[in-house]
């Protein structure tokens, strides 16, 4: 990826009652501010799903973020399933132990 390009602001949405939807460049400098974005729209909705298809680009910080999301999601009672996890933080899942977190293992 060439770091002259500018990566898309990661940002959360609710297209549906059902779903939370990741976008952008989910890394470092954006993470904390998704996982708080995130779970504010987890408090108010019902969802189960949280897609990951927009995701243009996510670090360690990104995965945390998703993984903590679940945690948030189980805590409150509900489970939350990953959809559309992109190639690289599902390897990023992998290299980490955490695959089977995000349903990702075999």
Do not use: K, W
């Not at 500018?6 to 400098?29: I, K, N, Y």
């Amino acid at each position: 990826m060439d770091p002259s390009v500018p990566q898309a602001a990661a940002h959360c949405e609710t297209p549906d009652r059902d779903t939370l939807v990741l976008s952008g460049a989910l890394t470092f400098a954006s993470a904390a501010r998704v996982y708080e974005q995130a779970v504010v729209a987890l408090e108010r909705g019902a969802q189960t799903r949280l897609d990951l298809s927009g995701l243009t680009r996510s670090d360690s910080a990104g995965l945390a973020c998703v993984l903590a999301l679940l945690a948030r999601a189980s805590r409150s009672g509900r489970q939350l399933r990953i959809a559309n996890p992109p190639e690289s933080l599902r390897a990023l899942a992998e290299v980490c132990d955490a695959g089977g977190l995000l349903g990702t293992t075999a």
